[in-house]
């Protein structure tokens, strides 16, 4: 199970990346075609719908690394079974609000798909295909979380402590 959620993690981490170098070319492509007196259309739209797409795509991966930034003031206080529960109600609540915005977000992208929604610009891009994208990326979120958390409960430290414990040594 493990090397299936490793290979679901580096996948969406790829996806994110590939949207990060699709906002690259759009603004190399902008930036070329003023010099050359060439209209990129909708460049800026595009470059946002990839940004929405690369930062929830990247949630997972992040979570996972220990890369994301977790308030610790109460935590750093905490020790042994006090800390555990702390834990374990955080990532719970997490849990419930990473997957309640995943389903909504999965929704709103089937609607759009449904109804057709495209964006007011120029090349009436498909709302749906960013919407997807940022859905998925949620999804893994969530898997994410549900993953820490079962660590927490196998007496296990999730995976993000070890990122976390790198960045605080630097």
Known sequence: MRR???????FSAVL???FLVIIALLILAQSL??????????ANELAGFSLAAGTFLALGPALRAGTHIR???????LKGRVRRTMEAITLLAAIYLAGYFAWWMAVLAEE????GDTSPGVLAFPLWIPQTAMAFG??????????????????????????????LNE
């Open 112 to 115: 759009s798909f449904s109804y």
């Open 33 to 42: 075609g003023r010099l050359v007196g060439i209209a990129v259309h909708d």
């Open 4 to 10: 299936l959620l490793d290979y679901l993690f580096k």
């Open 71 to 77: 308030v610790m003031i109460v935590l750093s206080h």
């Open 138 to 167: 949620l999804v893994v979120f969530t898997i994410a979380l549900l993953e820490a958390f079962v660590d927490l409960l196998a007496g296990r430290e999730p995976a993000f402590v070890g990122g976390e414990a790198n960045d």
């Open 16 to 18: 994110a990346a590939a």
